[in-house]
């Protein structure tokens, strides 16, 4: 079992910056695949970005790929989403999600754990 808690959500003008925290808990956080999704209010969950266990591979979403950067610090237990350029579009609550089993996945079944969100807008 392991528990997420994202954090570093807010209020952010067009362009700017902000970084996301996704604190677990537990000894086995090293050995998950880790991953970040959105849901838009009316939209299902959509996928992010996801990164292996030591952070050597990840993989991102066409919409944010090249201004959304995925990292980890097993030694923290934490792993970040550095969103740089944001966009209105970009508006959501982001979870953070863990899978005990497997690699890099875009697939929301293929992860076993969840946090509870944090909240991004951006405003225009």
């Known amino acids: 079992q392991v528990q997420l808690v994202e954090s570093g959500g807010g209020l952010v003008q067009a362009g700017g910056s902000l970084r996301l925290s996704c604190a677990a808990s537990g000894r086995t956080f090293s050995s998950y695949t880790m991953g970040w999704f959105r849901q838009a209010p009316g939209e299902e969950r959509e996928f992010v970005s996801t990164?292996?266990?030591?952070?050597?591979?990840?993989y991102y979403a066409d919409s944010v790929k090249g201004r959304f950067t995925i990292s980890r610090d097993n030694a923290k237990n934490t792993m970040y989403l550095q969103m740089n350029s944001l966009k209105p579009e970009d508006t959501a609550v982001y979870y953070c999600a863990a899978r005990k089993y497997g690699g890099l996945s875009t697939g929301r079944d293929a992860y076993d754990y969840w946090g509870q969100g944090t909240q991004v807008t951006v405003s225009s």
């Open positions: 990164i292996n266990w030591s952070g050597s591979n990840t």
